[in-house]
């Protein structure tokens, strides 16, 4: 059995979690982790994450323009992927998340379930983490990263 392979969705206020299974064939949302307001607080409590999973990979989400460019939030969430891989045990790689919050929006939205109010908030987030994970995944078959 291989090591799982955390995803994170980093937000400015939440930040979706997702799991791989162990034989990294498909990702599983995860509970959103709520930011403190203090960025060194948010990178150890996400690490600590990954750690108490015992993953051996973190894949985060970039956000990234329509066209491919990078916008403010995309420096933001540099910032906070190169601190996470300062005090991560494992590597940490980003994968392009465009569109990955809109899809899980949509598909909450197709079952039911209303995604306006804040407590339902936190559903999207990881969702998001999952969708980033799966894309993860797809480009890169188990075997050739963990």
């Not at 991560?88 to 809109?102: I, L």
């Not at 994970?133 to 078959?141: H, R």
Request: with cysteine.
């Amino acid at each position: 059995m291989e090591k799982q392979i955390a995803a994170f969705d980093i937000g400015d206020k939440r930040i979706g979690v997702a799991f791989s299974d162990p034989f990294g064939e498909y990702a599983v949302p995860g509970d959103t982790y709520f930011r403190v307001g203090n960025f060194s607080d948010d990178v150890r409590a996400v690490a600590q994450i990954a750690r108490a999973r015992g993953v051996g990979l973190i894949v985060c989400g970039l956000p990234l323009n329509a066209d491919g460019t990078e916008s403010v939030q995309t420096e933001k969430t540099r910032r906070f992927v190169n601190a996470l891989s300062e005090v991560s045990e494992v590597p940490v790689v980003c994968e392009d998340e465009r569109y990955t919050t809109r899809e899980a929006r949509r598909d909450l939205t197709a079952i039911g379930i209303s995604v306006k109010k804040d407590k339902r908030k936190k559903n999207v987030d990881s969702i998001a983490a999952a969708y980033i994970l799966e894309g993860y995944l797809a480009k890169n078959p188990r075997g050739s990263s963990v």
